[in-house]
C-alpha cells in the first residue's frame, strides 16, 4: 500500500526521544530533559510586534512562492552584511525551515545512484532525506579527537565518479564543533575540478562561542560558486515554530528549480512570518541574540566541567550551537540502551549517539535554564556510578 519511498524513512530519534519523555512526564515522572534542538528562550518583542503589525494590516493573503521582495532583499543585504556573499533576488528562495530548504534542495539535484558524502555525526534528517530521494550516502567518520570535523584527506578519499555533493555543517548538530576559514579553504581544495555541489547547513550562524564563523561559500570563488547556503532563524532568534529558512545559492538553476517544485507543494511560506522575518534579518533583534548567546556560553561552560568531572565520561567542548556530544564509551558501548535506562531509571532524557551515526556517544542539548542543568547532570552521574 505504501510507496517504497516512504518506507525507506526512519522516525527521527530525536522526536521518538522527546515523545517518550513527554509520556513519562504526563504519567507524573519527574522528567529532565535534555533531547529537543530548540531554545528556551521567547521569541524578541520587536519580531512579534511585526507580525501582529502584519496581521493588523490584513498582510494575510498569498504571495509569491519564494519571498516577498522585501524579504528577499533583507536576506540579500544579511549575507552581504554578516558573510562577505552576494546574492542577487532570483539567486534567494525562502522555505518552511532550513528542513524544508533540504528536502527542496535533494529533491531538485539528486537522482538515483547519486553518492552524497555526510560527514558523521550527522543531524539526524540528512541521510533520511538522501536515502528518500534515491541517492546513496557516504558516511566519513569523525569523533571528539578530531574535534568532529573531516580532513582534507577524508574528503579526497570519499570522493567518486558519483559524488554528487557533500552537505557541511558549521556550527553542527549535535557536536557544536565549527569548521575554521582554513579549514573550509582546505576542503574547497580537494572539490576544485570536480562537479560537486556543497549544501552549507549554516543555521547555528550567531551562536558561536570561541573563535569566528565562516560561511562556506566566502572562502574562494570556487566554493562560492558549488555551494548552496542553507540558514534560517529558528536557533539564534528562537524562532522554530514560525518556520522560516532560506536558500541562496549562484547557480540559478538550482534556486529555479525549487521553486518549481515549492510551488506545487507548499507554495510560499506564510505571510506573516516573512514580514516577522526582515526585523530578524535586518539586526533589529541582535540585542536579544546576544543575551542569548552569553547566556548559552555560561550553560556550555558549566556542563562541560560537571560532565568531564564524571568518571567515565568525558565531553568536547563546543564552540558553537548548544549541544553536548558525550563520550559515553567507557560506560556503555550501546547509546540506545543507555539512553533509555537513564531516561526510565533517573528521567533524564539524552538523545542516543547512533541516531547521528556515532555509536558510543549521547547528545546533550543545554538549552534549558541552569539549574536544570546542574540537576540533570547530577543525576547522571549517579546513574553512571552506579554501573
Same mark, same amino acid.
Given at each position: 500500500?505504501?510507496?517504497?519511498?516512504?518506507?525507506?524513512?526512519?522516525?527521527?530519534?530525536?522526536?521518538?526521544?522527546?515523545?517518550?519523555?513527554?509520556?513519562?512526564?504526563?504519567?507524573?515522572?519527574?522528567?529532565?530533559?535534555?533531547?529537543?534542538?530548540?531554545?528556551?528562550?521567547? &521569541?524578541?518583542?520587536?519580531?512579534?510586534?511585526?507580525?501582529?503589525?502584519?496581521?493588523?494590516?490584513?498582510? &494575510?493573503?498569498?504571495?509569491?512562492?519564494?519571498?516577498?521582495?522585501?524579504?528577499?532583499?533583507?536576506?540579500?543585504?544579511?549575507?552581504?552584511?554578516?558573510?562577505?556573499?552576494?546574492?542577487?533576488?532570483?539567486?534567494?528562495?525562502?522555505?518552511?525551515?532550513?528542513?524544508? !530548504?533540504?528536502?527542496?534542495?535533494?529533491?531538485?539535484?539528486?537522482?538515483?545512484?547519486?553518492?552524497?558524502?555526510?560527514?558523521?555525526?550527522?543531524?539526524?534528517?540528512?541521510?533520511?532525506?538522501?536515502?528518500?530521494?534515491?541517492?546513496?550516502?557516504?558516511?566519513?567518520?569523525?569523533?571528539?579527537?578530531? !574535534?568532529?570535523?573531516?580532513?582534507?584527506?577524508?574528503?579526497?578519499?570519499?570522493?567518486?565518479?558519483?559524488?554528487?555533493?557533500?552537505?557541511?555543517?558549521?556550527?553542527?548538530?549535535?557536536?557544536?564543533?565549527?569548521?575554521?576559514?582554513?579549514?573550509?579553504?582546505?576542503?574547497?581544495?580537494?572539490?576544485?575540478?570536480?562537479?560537486?555541489?556543497?549544501?552549507?547547513?549554516?543555521?547555528?550562524?550567531?551562536?558561536?562561542?570561541?573563535?569566528?564563523?565562516?560561511?562556506?561559500?566566502?572562502?574562494?570563488?570556487?566554493?562560492?560558486?558549488?555551494?548552496?547556503?542553507?540558514?534560517?532563524?529558528?536557533?539564534?532568534?528562537?524562532?522554530?515554530?514560525?518556520?522560516?529558512?532560506?536558500?541562496?545559492?549562484?547557480?540559478?538553476?538550482?534556486?529555479?528549480?525549487?521553486?518549481?517544485?515549492?510551488?506545487?507543494?507548499?507554495?510560499?511560506?506564510?505571510?506573516?512570518?516573512?514580514?516577522?522575518?526582515?526585523?530578524?534579518?535586518?539586526?533589529?533583534?541582535?540585542?536579544?541574540?546576544?543575551?542569548?548567546?552569553?547566556?548559552?556560553?555560561?550553560?556550555?561552560?558549566?556542563?562541560?566541567?560537571?560532565?568531564?568531572?564524571?568518571?567515565?565520561?568525558?565531553?568536547?567542548?563546543?564552540?558553537?550551537?548548544?549541544?553536548?556530544?558525550?563520550?559515553?564509551?567507557?560506560?556503555?558501548?550501546?547509546?540506545?540502551?543507555?539512553?533509555?535506562?537513564?531516561?526510565?531509571?533517573?528521567?533524564?532524557?539524552?538523545?542516543?549517539?547512533?541516531?547521528?551515526?556515532?555509536?558510543?556517544?549521547?547528545?546533550?542539548?543545554?538549552?534549558?535554564?541552569?539549574?536544570?542543568?546542574?540537576?540533570?547532570?547530577?543525576?547522571?552521574?549517579?546513574?553512571?556510578?552506579?554501573?
Amino acid at each position: 500500500m505504501l510507496s517504497d519511498r516512504v518506507n525507506t524513512l526512519s522516525e527521527s530519534i530525536t522526536i521518538a526521544i522527546s515523545t517518550l519523555a513527554g509520556e513519562l512526564k504526563a504519567s507524573g515522572k519527574d522528567i529532565l530533559s535534555f533531547s529537543a534542538g530548540e531554545p528556551d528562550f521567547d &521569541t524578541p518583542q520587536v519580531i512579534k510586534d511585526a507580525a501582529i503589525a502584519a496581521i493588523n494590516e490584513g498582510f &494575510t493573503k498569498y504571495t509569491a512562492v519564494e519571498g516577498i521582495p522585501t524579504l528577499k532583499a533583507a536576506i540579500a543585504n544579511k549575507l552581504k552584511r554578516d558573510n562577505g556573499l552576494t546574492y542577487a533576488p532570483n539567486q534567494i528562495i525562502t522555505n518552511n525551515g532550513a528542513k524544508h !530548504s533540504l528536502f527542496n534542495l535533494f529533491a531538485a539535484v539528486i537522482q538515483k545512484g547519486d553518492e552524497v558524502i555526510i560527514p558523521a555525526p550527522y543531524w539526524v534528517t540528512y541521510p533520511e532525506l538522501v536515502l528518500y530521494h534515491g541517492g546513496t550516502v557516504v558516511e566519513i567518520e569523525t569523533n571528539d579527537e578530531s !574535534s568532529f570535523k573531516i580532513t582534507p584527506q577524508q574528503l579526497k578519499n570519499a570522493l567518486t565518479p558519483k559524488t554528487k555533493m557533500i552537505v557541511l555543517t558549521s556550527p553542527s548538530n549535535p557536536t557544536g564543533s565549527v569548521y575554521s576559514k582554513d579549514e573550509l579553504t582546505a576542503l574547497g581544495k580537494v572539490l576544485e575540478g570536480t562537479d560537486v555541489l556543497v549544501a552549507s547547513d549554516e543555521m547555528y550562524e550567531k551562536l558561536i562561542y570561541d573563535g569566528e564563523f565562516t560561511s562556506a561559500a566566502a572562502v574562494s570563488d570556487d566554493m562560492y560558486k558549488r555551494t548552496i547556503t542553507i540558514n534560517g532563524l529558528s536557533k539564534s532568534v528562537a524562532m522554530t515554530g514560525w518556520r522560516f529558512g532560506y536558500m541562496a545559492a549562484h547557480q540559478t538553476e538550482i534556486i529555479q528549480a525549487t521553486k518549481k517544485l515549492q510551488s506545487q507543494s507548499t507554495s510560499n511560506i506564510n505571510s506573516i512570518t516573512q514580514k516577522a522575518a526582515i526585523v530578524g534579518l535586518n539586526g533589529e533583534a541582535d540585542a536579544d541574540i546576544e543575551k542569548m548567546r552569553i547566556a548559552f556560553k555560561e550553560r556550555r561552560d558549566e556542563a562541560v566541567k560537571l560532565i568531564n568531572a564524571i568518571d567515565g565520561l568525558s565531553v568536547y567542548k563546543p564552540d558553537g550551537a548548544f549541544y553536548l556530544f558525550i563520550n559515553i564509551k567507557k560506560v556503555s558501548k550501546d547509546s540506545m540502551k543507555f539512553c533509555k535506562e537513564l531516561l526510565e531509571e533517573k528521567g533524564v532524557a539524552l538523545v542516543p549517539g547512533v541516531g547521528f551515526g556515532s555509536e558510543g556517544y549521547a547528545r546533550f542539548s543545554f538549552a534549558t535554564d541552569i539549574e536544570s542543568i546542574r540537576k540533570g547532570i547530577k543525576r547522571i552521574e549517579e546513574f553512571v556510578s552506579a554501573r
